[in-house]
């Protein structure tokens, strides 16, 4: 059985929420802690097929220690808004209701001159939990022909 090693457990609920909505038997998904806990996890499953799903600026990390790895550029997220536009993710996020404050993150005056993909990285992971929830939120809302391409690769891998 493939064992796929994932930096953080917004990409292992992401990835699972995917595999499950194309039909793709859930693989099993071993979260590192960070890209520099990949070199340990690979020592703990030795033995087993191992791939990774990274951001871009992690991959050398995964990349020293597994041959098949999958890289998010520049990360999950940005993948996501890529796939369902700007509007497909503001529609995502006023369907939970916070709409509201993601305008008022925009108006901050850090935040009013970055491009919208900047302003809604800071969004995510701005409160605790934000991540990994809208990664299971934006991998339910993405139709099944536009799953970002790293993600689809690894489904299509497994």
Request: some cysteine.
């Amino acid at each position: 059985m493939t064992v796929v090693l994932v930096e953080g457990e917004s990409d292992r609920i992401a990835l699972e929420t995917l595999a499950s909505r194309a039909g793709v038997r859930v693989p099993r998904v071993h979260v590192v802690g960070g890209s520099k806990g990949a070199r340990r996890a690979v020592a703990e499953l030795t033995g087993e097929r191992l791939v990774g799903l990274v951001d871009v600026g992690e991959r050398a990390d995964f990349e020293r220690v597994l041959e098949t790895v999958f890289v998010c550029d520049p990360d999950l997220e940005a993948e996501f808004v890529r796939a369902l536009g700007i509007e497909g993710v503001e529609a995502v996020i006023a369907e939970q209701g916070e709409l509201d404050s993601f305008r008022s993150l925009q108006r901050q005056p850090f935040q009013r001159d970055r491009p919208v993909e900047a302003q809604l990285a800071r969004f995510f992971g701005g409160r605790s939990g934000n991540k990994a929830r809208y990664a299971r939120l934006l991998a339910e809302a993405v139709p099944l022909e536009r799953v970002p391409p790293p993600l689809a690769a690894l489904l299509a891998a497994l």
